[in-house]
């Protein structure tokens, strides 16, 4: 299987929450709701948490999660060069199997809102900005 954005358009680099969205077409995307940005919390601090274990970013764990499912490789794209270099750093990190079984519960668990059912989120997102 070919992984063809495996950090979900930045949303696993844990960097953005229901007050810091992304800009530009990520922010038109249900995943970057400030709901579901909340509903990925847990996501994100297992993450973190695995990332601090490992002296790694969310991203790097989270590409790092990816690829140790047998028969997958991941497609990452970078916009900067420490961007390539972290994702050719994540190559290197081992993950336990409590630690892939953690990730996998957090991601399992995550329920977020998505098709016609976000469109009354975006509306509040508009009706904010006016």
Sequence with gaps: M???SPLAQGLLSARYDPDHRPRAMRAVSPWFLPDNLERARPLFEALRRVGKAHGAEPAQVALAWVVRHPNVVAIPGASSE???????DAADLLL???EVEELAAE??????VTGIASVPAFARLLLRRS
Excluded: T, W
Aim: glycine residues 0%; hydrophobic residues 55%.
């Design 2 to 4: 070919i992984a063809y």
């Design 82 to 88: 420490s961007q390539l270099d972290a994702n050719v």
């Design 96 to 98: 336990s199997d409590a």
């Design 107 to 112: 991601a399992a668990a995550l329920r977020p």
